[in-house]
């Protein structure tokens, strides 16, 4: 059963476009909402978080939107560089000693020239 | 911020044979360590947590385990690998102290 589901598995934005990346949780208890940037044979790494008590987060060109009442949140890239290019994850986990992170399962972002 | 450290960075091993992945973490204590495989093109599989030492839980049966010897080292084995064993393998830790996983550089496994 897929807690976290992301949508589109893959992307393609012209240079200058905007990517938007959407998700949807089940569980109420989530506490925590990041996003993470993938290269190819990389390690993901933290892109930008948010907690259910705010409803948009921006940092740099990179946005989340959440929406708890409806349980999505999204991430928006204003201004997509092919430097953007790569696979993104959303995930989410509730606090506690015992944290594990929820996760999507990806889209992959081509940004073209 | 914390430093993951893992290796090797790519293995090629034949059917049957065993394996030792190993993680060490910098920068912080008593972090929550996990084991995550991820097939090509696919998403992240947690594979096994850690909450300290000797503690080790296990999220998908399979022919893989782990071992936690000390607070900042995560050991993935198989005594015979399978041919399905085949990935990238993520260390990952959360430090006590905040919400944000780091990740190693991965393990890329083809088993032959």
């Known amino acids: 059963q897929q807690q976290v589901k992301q949508s589109p598995q893959s992307l393609i934005v012209q240079k200058g476009g905007i990517s938007i990346i959407n998700c949807a949780y089940e569980?109420?208890?989530?506490?925590?909402f990041p996003w993470y940037q993938q290269f190819p044979g990389k390690g993901p790494a933290l892109l930008i978080a948010i907690r259910p008590d705010v409803s948009e987060k921006k940092e740099g060109r990179f946005t989340i939107s959440f929406n708890k009442s409806a349980k999505q949140f999204s991430l928006h890239i204003m201004d997509s560089q092919p430097g953007d290019s790569a696979t993104y994850f959303c995930a989410a986990s509730t606090g506690g000693n015992n944290r594990k992170l929820i996760w999507g399962l990806g889209t992959s972002l081509a940004v073209n020239p | 911020s914390q430093t993951i450290h893992q290796w090797p960075a790519t293995l090629v091993q034949p059917v049957g044979s065993p394996l030792s992945l190993e993680c060490t973490v910098e920068?912080?204590?008593?972090?929550?360590l996990y084991w995550y495989r991820q097939a090509a093109g696919r998403g992240l599989q947690l594979l096994f947590y850690?909450?300290?030492?000797?503690?080790i839980s296990s999220e998908v049966p399979q022919n893989l385990s782990a071992s936690r010897p000390q607070d900042r080292q995560f050991i993935l084995s198989s005594k015979k690998l399978l041919l399905s064993d085949s990935g990238f393998y993520l260390c990952a830790c959360i430090s006590p102290t905040n919400t944000e996983a780091f990740f190693g550089q991965g393990t890329r496994l083809t088993v032959v």
């Open positions: 569980n109420t208890a989530f506490d925590y």
């Open positions: 920068g912080t204590s008593n972090p929550n």
């Open positions: 850690s909450v300290g030492i000797g503690q």
